[in-house]
Nanobody, 115 residues
């Protein structure tokens, strides 16, 4: 059974930082592309960051220079370090494990940026 479990969300003030984690089980983690998505109320889901099994990364323009995705294949975990957070970063953040044709999702963790 595949499980992706996110943690690390919460309430943070503008300019603050959070680190999200996603622990995967039931998959050969190292071969999967790992993605972080987010969805704010009333908005479409947005791909925030991607990391390949080899560690290559890609980011949405809206988070470049502020967010960093990383992975620890030994721990089956992907991280999203979020710095200089803005109110518009408020959303539910979900991790996704993808290698065609398989795609698995976590339940998500809420991130709220507010003073």
């Amino acid at each position: 059974q595949v499980q992706l479990v996110e943690s690390g969300g919460g309430l943070v003030q503008p300019g603050g930082s959070l680190r999200l984690s996603c622990l995967a089980s039931g998959i050969t983690f190292s071969i999967y592309y790992m993605n972080w998505y987010r969805q704010a109320p009333g908005k479409q889901r947005e791909l925030v960051a991607t990391i390949t099994g080899g560690g290559s990364t890609n980011y949405a323009d809206s988070v470049k220079g502020r967010f960093t995705i990383s992975r620890d294949n030994a721990k089956n975990t992907v991280y999203l370090q979020m710095n200089s957070l803005k109110p518009e970063d408020t959303a539910v953040y979900c991790c996704n494990a993808f290698i065609a044709p398989h795609s698995y999702w976590g339940q998500g963790t809420q991130v709220t940026v507010s003073s």
